[in-house]
């Protein structure tokens, strides 16, 4: 690909990073916050006093996000109880769009920089081209003989493959530790 189609290649990505990625992590955290809200109380004087302060934090966050009554209706509730039940596959394909739409956007992001330093040299070169007198390729020709290496969201192991593991890990732990 040359340097216009980079251009172009770079604003895609960042908004498809962002259109993909600030719904799923709304209605990812708003999953959590429903499931802190139905599955915290296990029955007992103890739970009911401990999920108390959580219930009450939902229910102001819920008064005070009325515009996204849609993500309040539609978003999943997560069960530890049943790991595979349909509610949970929902949440994890929702889960896995927000590192998904964030590799987009970094991927956006590394395009990005990379063109920038291309363009300096190109600056640099027609500069060391007028001081020696040279009369060259002219600004457009240089973009177009230029080729950039594609970039794909794929090559961003530690992004799409091994944050959403960590993440997820780390908050069954806490999940487990707080007795849900």
């Known amino acids: ?6 251009k172009s290649k770079v604003w895609s990505y960042k908004i498809i ?7 799923a992590i709304t209605s990812t955290v708003i999953s ?3 499931m802190l809200y139905f599955r915290l109380e296990d029955g007992t004087a103890m739970g009911a006093t401990i999920a108390r302060p959580f219930k009450q934090l939902v229910s102001v966050v819920y008064e005070n996000t009325q515009a996204l009554t849609l993500f309040w209706q539609y978003s999943p509730t997560p069960s530890l109880d ?5 509610q949970n596959v929902y949440f994890l394909s929702i889960y896995v ?3 998904v739409g964030l590799a987009f956007f970094t991927s956006g ?3 990005n920089r990379r063109l920038r330093k291309i363009n300096q040299k190109i600056e640099d070169q027609l500069i060391a081209e007028s001081i020696r007198g040279d009369i060259g390729r ?16 794929f090559s961003q192991f530690h992004q799409l493959y091994l ?3 960590f993440v997820a890990v780390v908050g069954g732990v806490f999940l487990k530790l707080a007795g849900l």
């Open 109 to 111: 992001g590394k395009l």
């Open 163 to 165: 944050a959403p593991i």
């Open 97 to 99: 769009l927000v590192f």
């Open 1 to 6: 690909m040359n340097f216009h189609e980079a």
């Open 138 to 153: 002219n600004r457009q020709q240089i973009e177009e003989s230029i080729e950039v290496p594609p970039s794909t969201i």
């Open 17 to 23: 990073g962002f259109v993909i990625a600030l719904p």
């Open 82 to 86: 049943e790991l595979l039940s349909r």
């Open 32 to 34: 959590m916050l429903k």
